[in-house]
């Protein structure tokens, strides 16, 4: 056998060796950590999926006043919902003197 030199070439191991084992303490540290990253996941989506409703809400709003406004427009006559609205009247309690002992 003729070398140049060059190490031996060596056959690919069949398996990887397995990673040391972590004490039991860090164990439950990372599967609480996978935990919480599987927990923060899960709220991100619902937080997306709640963003998503609010717009559908929204524009369904939407569709509701101008089908509102279009009922209100075909209607014969006068219509209340396109009367001006008056100024409320403002009550003010202001307590009696006379009422003191």
């Known amino acids: 056998m003729i070398t140049d030199g060059s190490p031996p070439e060596r056959a690919a191991p ?4 397995t990673p040391p084992r ?3 303490a860090r164990r439950a540290h990372a599967a609480l950590c996978r935990e919480r990253v599987a927990l923060i996941r ?7 999926a709640l963003a998503a409703t ?3 809400y929204f524009r369904s709003l939407a569709a509701v006043g101008d089908a509102l406004r279009r009922v209100a427009a075909a209607a014969p006559g006068p219509s209340l919902l396109l009367q001006p609205v008056s100024q409320p009247a403002i009550h003010f309690y202001r307590p009696s003197s006379a009422s003191s002992p």
Do not use: I, S, V
């Open 22 to 24: 972590l004490p039991r």
């Open 42 to 48: 899960a709220a991100a989506d619902r937080r997306f």
């Open 54 to 56: 609010h717009t559908a």
């Open 14 to 17: 069949t398996h990887l060796p």
